[in-house]
């Protein structure tokens, strides 16, 4: 019996992720999981309901066992008539998959539990639940594990409590402060510090264990400049690692050098995550805002309402270059102790919100395109819940951004 490898299209990566390609019904199945996170060398066996065929099969398999260094860990006879057996290539396991009697073979994947953190700062307790009021949980699989994220901004405060490793409060920092564009060291800085930590710091980030690294682009005011912010976008798309995913809470008005400068990430593979910026308006106009393939995030308020001067004196940009909203208000590490935070608002807070949901998806695709990261991340968004998004201009997306899967 031929084997017949099976690709399902129309399928979300989530999906995938959660339950790979399921579809078992015909004999002889030979199940990959392109880009997950498999054992190698291990593989699920099912028989087929045809007992006679099936105790062939079996009594194959456990000759093969015998013979060499295959094992046989697990057999199962009640929720399914199967096997899960180690020590196996893939050319053998395809041989097997070919047998008769065996109705699938497939191979072993790493699940990861849920974790829920309790008392989440606002900016995370949204992202994890469709309807409000929220809960104070923030419930996630993900953590971006083995994901780089550029944070491209003032210098961050790397020996911050935030940036330890999880479930390890006095192991090393995850961040660095990597290249400093502007010059005058690495003093930390108010900005930049609370923009890495929303990404993947340990209380206050999405994604808890990315590698965190800080591209200096502004003084200790928090002041940068077309000259600074262009040098670090080149020096991100000339020695950044990816899987990665870049952050940039910054806006500026029409320019084509900054515009091009910023497209030119996303062509090298990076995701790209921006602010859609707080004046008001059409994101579009916007050069760093508005360019081809990156993933703006406009900025809602706590009751899911469109950031319009409710407090503060800004107001999100919108329109159809916006690709979904996240809360505006964020806690999390303050540059000016390790164990201290603090809370600001703006779109420059919820841009990171997009790089940390973009580096779970990262942990387990690597190898995707910054437009598949994109689509999964608005295929996953809460749909039709933010109020009071403006006609004028039109277009703007009603998605709220949302943990993934």
């Known amino acids: 019996m031929k084997f017949k490898e099976k690709f399902m299209k129309g399928m979300t990566l989530a999906v995938l992720a959660a339950l790979g390609m399921s579809t078992n019904s015909n004999a002889g199945e030979f199940v990959t999981y392109k880009d997950q996170p498999v054992i190698h060398g291990e593989y699920i066996i099912v028989f087929s309901s045809d007992a006679a065929k099936a105790a062939t099969a079996e009594g194959a398999i456990s000759k093969l066992t015998a013979r060499g260094n295959a094992k046989i860990n697990q057999r199962w006879q009640t929720a399914l008539h199967g096997i899960a057996i180690s020590n196996i290539d893939e050319a053998t396991a395809r041989e097997i998959a070919a047998t008769s009697g065996v109705e699938s073979v497939s191979q072993n994947a790493i699940l990861y539990p849920s974790v829920v953190q309790t008392n989440a700062p606002s900016q995370l307790d949204r992202i994890d639940q469709y309807n409000l009021p929220t809960d104070n949980k923030y419930t996630y699989t993900y953590q971006g594990t ?12 790397t020996s911050h409590n935030d940036f330890r490793p999880p479930g390890n409060p006095s192991g090393p920092s995850r961040a660095t402060n990597d290249v400093d564009i502007v010059g005058g060291g690495f003093a930390p800085e108010r900005h930049g510090t609370l923009v890495a930590s929303v990404v993947g710091g340990i209380i206050s980030g999405v994604a808890k264990d990315v590698r965190i690294h800080g591209v200096k682009v502004a003084n200790g005011q928090g002041i940068g400049s077309r000259a600074w912010l262009l040098g670090g976008i080149d020096w991100v798309a000339r020695n950044g690692t990816r899987p990665a995913v870049v952050n940039i809470s910054w806006n500026w008005g029409p320019d084509a050098t900054m515009k091009a400068a910023v497209e030119s990430l996303v062509t090298a593979g990076f995701f790209v995550s921006v602010s859609a910026g707080n004046s ?58 390790d164990n201290s935070y603090t809370t600001d608002a703006g779109t420059s807070f919820s841009a990171p919100i997009a790089s940390g949901v973009a580096a779970q998806v990262l942990q387990i695709f690597p190898g995707v395109l910054p437009s598949v990261v994109n689509s ?18 039109a277009g703007t997306p009603n998605r709220i951004l949302k943990v993934w899967p």
């Open 376 to 393: 999964e991340l608005n295929s996953q968004a809460i749909t039709n819940k933010v109020i009071g998004i403006p006609a004028v201009p």
């Open 146 to 157: 083995g994901v780089n994220a550029y944070i491209i901004d003032g210098a961050i405060r």
């Open 280 to 337: 008001d308006g059409d994101a579009c106009t916007d050069s760093i805002a508005g360019a081809n393939g990156v993933y703006t995030v406009a900025g809602m308020t706590d009751a899911d309402e469109n950031w319009n001067f409710q407090f503060s004196s800004g107001a999100t940009k919108t329109g159809p270059c916006v690709s979904a909203y996240a809360r505006v208000i964020a806690t999390g590490a303050s540059y000016l102790a």
